[in-house]
């Protein structure tokens, strides 16, 4: 079982690493070396809090560093993203409220929200975030269903209504798979660095 699972999160990371390589460049390879660095750690039956806090802290101390003393990068806040789907938005949510210094653009494809409290609560959030983008598939939100975060879309108005850029997309007739994610991404990324 195990072996399986470490398999899969291989594969499941290669895939991520050829997709967002094409888009994102360096990003998805720090998905790839964090999650190839983590696997063995995280194949437990519950994953502790402390787990995502070290991931969360592998991703700002190691891993953006490293990338960027290895690649040619722009290597200041403004031109970096993080992106994530279902649990890998949530963590792109935790850690982008945590650290509003690192990343000036957040995608979460179907994995929550950011509420106008949340945002109030991060310092610098509002000034350094260029833009908060927030999707689903039609299907997932289907007869009024909410998701963690509360209701994405009046979340994502309400943050748009305060002056922070925003953008809510929904994937049409999808529900939590990767056709509502690909378009996702094709919509986000057409949003990034742009002055």
Do not use: C
């Amino acid at each position: 079982m195990i072996g399986r699972t470490i398999k899969y999160g291989v594969l499941g990371s290669a895939g991520l690493l050829v997709v967002g390589g094409l888009l994102f460049g360096r990003d998805a390879v720090s998905y790839l070396y964090s999650s190839a660095r983590s696997v063995q750690t995280a194949v437990k039956d519950s994953v502790p809090i402390e787990f995502e806090l070290q991931r969360a802290r592998d991703l700002l101390e190691d891993i953006i560093p490293m990338i960027d003393t290895t690649f040619r990068t722009l290597a200041d806040q403004p031109h970096r993203a993080m992106a994530g789907l279902s649990m890998g938005g949530m963590q792109t949510r935790v850690i982008t409220l945590a650290d509003t210094r690192t990343f000036a653009y957040a995608g979460l494809f179907s994995g929550g929200s950011y509420s106008l409290e949340d945002v109030t609560k991060a310092p610098g959030f509002k000034e350094n975030v260029k833009l908060v983008f927030v999707s689903y598939g039609s299907r997932e939100l289907e007869n009024g269903k909410t998701r963690f975060g509360g209701d994405p879309k009046a979340d994502t108005e309400a943050l748009a209504q305060a002056g922070v850029k925003s953008q809510y997309y929904i994937s049409p007739l999808t529900a939590h798979e990767w056709q509502s994610w690909r378009r996702s991404l094709h919509e986000f990324a057409q949003l990034l660095f742009k002055n």
